[in-house]
């Protein structure tokens, strides 16, 4: 790519990608006092919005575009922050601390945040077809509310958080949704076989169908997926697709940087190696002090204190220690709820009735809680992490 124009002498403050890490990361830096410039590059032609919404109310029609936004164009405007819709980040040069934009510009940066967050992993020979859609954006998400009208029959691969989550939005709006998963049962790798039955269960009684240890053999139809073939004969008739298999860092752009396109490795105040660049959001993967080892969290609540902890370090203040990671998902009305990290656990106490949706399931390892899985339980997240944090603070204590 050459570089066309160099837009100005000191360009303060850069924030590549426009999403919840950025946006916290502006109004912490103006609420502390900032009074440089800060631009942000985002690579969608909307001002920073919601994700989360896109695959529960805006899929089953109850929200808006506008309604996601996080600020009105009024709060960028009186702010003062300086958002470059469209335009993405493209290489980094971390020695001249220059940022080249795939249109040919360079930003001159003292201080830059990439926060360009996740996108979804692709599904070699279904990606690209016609009906086959996947979920990351705005316009994913009304396409895809487009191809989910009253009675349209959908197959939704795989039964992470977001598939399950489209499965019960596509539900509520009318359609008819088969999921097809590869493992023996939803988010057996995070959870436990026992525990992934549990979100079969509820898919099923609100009448999904689960499909499980489903391999996909071949596709039928041309431009567009008519049907999918499991490699055990069954077929899937389908008018539309949507592959929801995970996620990966948006940092391809990075390669030749010196940071690592894997992920971004910071600091817990999301300081990288080179001077003066910080990362934060699904970009990043942050020291995490109680395994000590740098973790991807992909998480909203992650994404908007990491954000607001990079300003702070960005202008010297102290940033405090994070809590223990959480993050939530709604489906069919059940609001879920899962803090710490279950590695290394070797046991699980269910409290309550996973019958009712109603239950905590905390994993322990030596009989002391390490997280916890909560099933229509809203207001009982902040004494459980209150309870893994006193936990970790004694076994690091011993
Ligand atoms: C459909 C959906 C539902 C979710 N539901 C939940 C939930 O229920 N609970 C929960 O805890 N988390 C949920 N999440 C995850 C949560 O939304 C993310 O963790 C969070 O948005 C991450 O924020 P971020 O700022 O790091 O990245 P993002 O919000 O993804 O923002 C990154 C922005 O950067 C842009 N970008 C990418 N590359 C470039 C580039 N080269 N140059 C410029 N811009 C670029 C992207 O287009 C995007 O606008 C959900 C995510 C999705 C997609």
Redesign the pocket.
């Known amino acids: 790519m050459t570089s066309r124009t160099t837009t100005g002498s000191t360009d303060g403050i850069v924030v ?7 946006q916290r990361a502006c109004e912490t830096l103006r609420r502390a006092g900032h009074d440089g410039p800060i631009r942000v ?4 032609q909307h001002a ?1 919005y919601d ?2 919404p ?3 109310e805006f899929l089953a029609g109850e929200l808006g575009p506008d309604e996601l936004r996080y600020r009105p164009d009024d709060w960028y405007r009186e702010q003062e922050v300086d958002l470059l819709l469209g ?4 290489r980094l040069d971390a020695h001249a601390r220059r940022l080249a934009l795939d249109g040919g510009a360079v930003l001159r940066y003292d201080r830059l945040l990439i ?5 979804p992993r692709r599904l070699p020979g279904v990606a690209g077809r016609d009906n086959v859609h996947e ?3 705005l316009a994913d ?1 009304q396409g895809l509310r487009e191809a989910i009208a009253a009675g349209r029959r959908l197959a939704v691969v795989g039964a992470g ?2 598939g399950q ?1 489209v499965a019960a939005g596509a539900t509520r709006a009318g359609a008819r949704v088969t999921i097809v998963e590869a493992a023996a049962a939803p988010l057996a790798a995070i959870l436990g076989e026992e525990l992934g039955g549990w979100f079969a269960r509820l898919h099923r009684e609100e009448g999904v169908e689960v499909l499980l240890s489903a391999r996909i053999a071949r596709l039928h139809g041309g431009r567009g997926v008519e049907a999918i073939e499991l490699e055990d004969g069954r077929r899937i008739d389908c008018d539309a697709v949507v592959v929801g298999i995970g996620t990966q860092p ?1 940092t391809g ?1 990075l390669a030749g940087s010196g940071l690592d396109p894997a992920g971004v490795l910071v600091d817990g105040a999301g300081r990288t190696v080179a001077p003066g660049v910080f990362a ?4 990043s993967r942050p020291f995490d002090a109680r395994l000590g080892v740098h973790l991807r969290t ?6 908007a204190r990491q ?1 607001a902890a990079a300003a702070r370090a960005m202008l010297g203040l102290p940033v405090a220690a994070s809590p223990a990671p959480s ?4 489906q069919h009305g059940v609001r879920i709820q899962y803090v710490g990290h279950a590695h290394g656990a070797d046991g699980i106490e269910i409290d309550g009735d996973p019958g009712a949706r109603d239950f905590t399931a905390t994993f322990t390892a030596s009989g002391r809680p390490v997280a916890a899985l909560l099933v229509g339980r809203p207001h009982a997240l902040p004494a459980l992490r209150r309870r893994l944090e006193a936990h970790h603070d004694e076994r690091t204590a011993a």
């Open positions: 590549a990608g426009g999403g919840l890490a950025a590059v985002c690579g969608e920073p994700r989360p896109l695959s529960k335009e993405r980040a493209a926060a360009t967050g996740s996108e979920l990351r954006t998400a958080f977001i989550e948006a752009w934060a959001g699904d970009a992909e998480h909203w609540e992650a994404a954000g993050f939530w998902s709604d």
